[in-house]
Protein backbone atom coordinates (compact mmCIF):
# COMPACT_ATOMS: atom_id res chain seq x y z
CA UNK A 1 0.00 0.00 0.00
CA UNK A 2 0.94 3.33 -0.92
CA UNK A 3 0.14 7.15 0.47
CA UNK A 4 -2.76 7.34 2.81
CA UNK A 5 -4.21 3.91 1.86
CA UNK A 6 -1.25 2.55 4.35
CA UNK A 7 -2.59 4.62 7.19
CA UNK A 8 -6.40 4.18 6.24
CA UNK A 9 -6.08 0.01 6.11
CA UNK A 10 -7.46 -0.70 9.43
CA UNK A 11 -7.82 -4.81 8.55
CA UNK A 12 -4.40 -5.63 10.33
CA UNK A 13 -5.87 -3.68 13.37
CA UNK A 14 -9.18 -5.76 13.23
CA UNK A 15 -7.64 -9.05 13.13
CA UNK A 16 -5.45 -8.53 16.01
CA UNK A 17 -7.92 -7.42 17.83
CA UNK A 18 -10.01 -10.41 16.71
CA UNK A 19 -7.35 -12.68 18.20
CA UNK A 20 -6.95 -11.28 20.99
CA UNK A 21 -10.68 -11.57 21.85
CA UNK A 22 -10.47 -15.11 20.84
CA UNK A 23 -7.08 -15.53 23.77
CA UNK A 24 -9.31 -14.29 26.38
CA UNK A 25 -12.05 -16.25 25.91
CA UNK A 26 -10.04 -19.62 25.63
CA UNK A 27 -7.96 -17.87 28.98
CA UNK A 28 -11.67 -17.47 30.42
CA UNK A 29 -12.66 -21.24 29.58
CA UNK A 30 -9.38 -22.76 31.09
CA UNK A 31 -9.22 -24.06 34.25
CA UNK A 32 -5.64 -23.76 36.39
CA UNK A 33 -4.71 -27.32 37.14
CA UNK A 34 -0.34 -26.93 36.95
CA UNK A 35 -0.95 -25.14 40.00
CA UNK A 36 -1.99 -28.30 42.00
CA UNK A 37 0.71 -28.87 44.98
CA UNK A 38 1.22 -31.98 46.63
CA UNK A 39 -1.06 -30.64 49.75
CA UNK A 40 -3.71 -29.46 47.66
CA UNK A 41 -4.27 -32.69 45.65
CA UNK A 42 -4.25 -34.61 49.31
CA UNK A 43 -7.00 -32.37 50.61
CA UNK A 44 -8.99 -32.49 47.08
CA UNK A 45 -8.55 -36.37 47.15
CA UNK A 46 -9.67 -36.83 50.60
CA UNK A 47 -12.79 -34.43 50.27
CA UNK A 48 -13.65 -36.73 46.63
CA UNK A 49 -13.05 -40.21 49.34
CA UNK A 50 -15.57 -38.73 51.54
CA UNK A 51 -18.28 -38.06 48.59
CA UNK A 52 -17.72 -41.52 47.39
CA UNK A 53 -16.38 -39.55 44.38
CA UNK A 54 -12.93 -41.61 44.27
CA UNK A 55 -12.31 -45.46 45.78
CA UNK A 56 -9.12 -46.15 47.05
CA UNK A 57 -8.52 -49.99 45.69
CA UNK A 58 -6.15 -50.68 48.41
CA UNK A 59 -4.94 -54.23 46.72
CA UNK A 60 -4.31 -51.96 43.71
CA UNK A 61 -2.65 -49.39 44.98
CA UNK A 62 -4.81 -47.28 42.65
CA UNK A 63 -7.46 -44.56 43.30
CA UNK A 64 -10.85 -44.76 41.13
CA UNK A 65 -12.37 -41.84 40.14
CA UNK A 66 -16.08 -43.09 40.04
CA UNK A 67 -17.72 -41.25 37.47
CA UNK A 68 -15.19 -41.45 34.87
CA UNK A 69 -14.50 -45.22 35.48
CA UNK A 70 -10.38 -44.15 35.18
CA UNK A 71 -7.76 -45.27 37.95
CA UNK A 72 -4.87 -43.27 38.84
CA UNK A 73 -1.77 -44.39 40.79
CA UNK A 74 -0.69 -40.55 41.88
CA UNK A 75 -3.11 -38.47 43.76
CA UNK A 76 -1.60 -35.64 42.10
CA UNK A 77 -2.57 -37.12 38.30
CA UNK A 78 -6.07 -37.76 39.91
CA UNK A 79 -6.31 -34.31 41.09
CA UNK A 80 -5.55 -33.06 37.83
CA UNK A 81 -7.66 -35.11 36.10
CA UNK A 82 -10.64 -34.05 38.40
CA UNK A 83 -10.11 -30.40 38.07
CA UNK A 84 -10.26 -31.12 34.32
CA UNK A 85 -13.16 -33.13 33.97
CA UNK A 86 -15.35 -30.72 36.35
CA UNK A 87 -14.57 -27.87 34.45
CA UNK A 88 -15.52 -29.99 30.90
CA UNK A 89 -18.48 -31.02 32.24
CA UNK A 90 -19.63 -27.72 33.78
CA UNK A 91 -18.96 -26.10 30.08
CA UNK A 92 -20.68 -28.80 28.40
CA UNK A 93 -23.62 -28.25 30.22
CA UNK A 94 -23.29 -24.40 29.74
CA UNK A 95 -23.80 -25.08 26.19
CA UNK A 96 -26.45 -27.26 26.27
Known amino acids: MT ?3 MF ?3 SADYEQFEAELVAHDQDAVRVATADIDG ?4 H ?3 NLV ?3 VVTP ?3 GRVLVHEPSG ?3 DSITQLAVFHNGWTAARNASEETA
Open 8 to 10: DDT
Open 70 to 72: EAF
Open 57 to 59: VPD
Open 3 to 5: GSD
Open 39 to 42: NAAR
Open 44 to 46: LVS
Open 50 to 52: DRD
